[in-house]
Structures are given as C-alpha cells and as structure tokens.
C-alpha cells in the first residue's frame, strides 16, 4: 500500500542558560534568512524526533544537548512559507558558559536576552510556550510581572510573562552558588512533570 501525502516533519529547540536568555542561531538560508531562529530541522527517515532535535541543534548550533521536556506540536498551516510543516518543539537548559559556534544552517549563533527580539517563522509562539510552561513549573514560588521583561515579536506580538523567584527559590538559588536576585530568568533545571 502506498503511503499518503503527509506534512514534513520538523522539530525545534528552545534552549534557555540559568539566567533566562534562550540560544538562537541566525538563519543562513532563505526562507527568514538573516532573521533570528531556534535551533532546528527536518527530521529524517528512520530518525526519532528526539534525535533529530538533538543532531540539529549540534548541527546548528555546535552544542550537545541531552534532557529534552515536550513543549508542543506546532501544526498551524501558515507556519512555514514552504509548505504544511509540522514542527515538534522541546525545551532544554545549558549552563552559561556553553560555547555554542554556529554550524550547517546558520550564519551565528548567540545566547539572546528575550526582552526584544524578533523570530522567524512562529517560533515567537513556541519560546512563549516554553516560558509559561517554567513559569507553570515554578508554580507557588514565583511571582509574574507584566512588563518587566518586554514582548517577543515574531509573524505576532506575544507577552512574555518574566519569572521573579520567591524567597525560597531565590535562597536556594544563592545556596547553589547562582545569582538568586530578583530579576528576570530561570534558575532551575527544566522539567515540567
């Protein structure tokens, strides 16, 4: 039996340091060329999306990552110029001082501070996503502001509602040796069981 015709598959990293900024690459490759842009890609034949995520984001960005946390399924159909493309977005964290170098697909690559910045395809809609899903984690110990982190624009305008650490998170925070202030960020590691 033949197969269907079916979307291409494709996945996308969100990876955030200890203090909130998130690891974007610059795409060297049209469409969105030039723009900002999550570490990501097709996943290939005989490829679990996991692994895909994992080779992209070494291909592109020149770091291993290894937790991955499910942030969503991305289907809308005008998400990618090219084409129905269906993307798988996942969540990580790795330490400041990682040396990401930029790879196959990307002119640079840098950690970003989120206040502002503009993403290429709806991946504005996906690093949301991965910070309500923190901000969600953190639950009872956090307190959210409106405002003091900025906005993230991408084919839309999307609040991004900063994490402020409570007291208890925040003495932990200076406990590990991490800067427990209050400012905007994450400080534990990613997993939103």
Known sequence: MA???????TTDCVIFDPVGRVLLIRRKHEPSAGRHAL???????????EAACRREVREEAGVEVSELTLVGVYSDLKRDPRGH???????TQLPSD????????ATSVEWVDTRQITLGFDHARILADA????????GDDLESHDGACGRVSG??????????????RRRRARESGLNGGSACGLLLPLSFD
Request: proline content about 11%.
């Open 3 to 9: 197969l269907p015709q079916t979307p291409a598959l």
């Open 155 to 168: 084919q839309e305008s999307i609040p991004i509602r900063p994490v402020f650490f409570g007291d208890a």
């Open 98 to 105: 990682a040396l990401p170098r930029a790879g196959s697909d």
């Open 85 to 91: 493309i269906v993307s798988v977005a996942y969540a």
């Open 39 to 49: 570490p990501g890609g097709f996943v290939k034949i005989g490829e679990t999306v």
């Open 131 to 138: 910070k309500a899903k923190v901000a969600k984690r953190l």
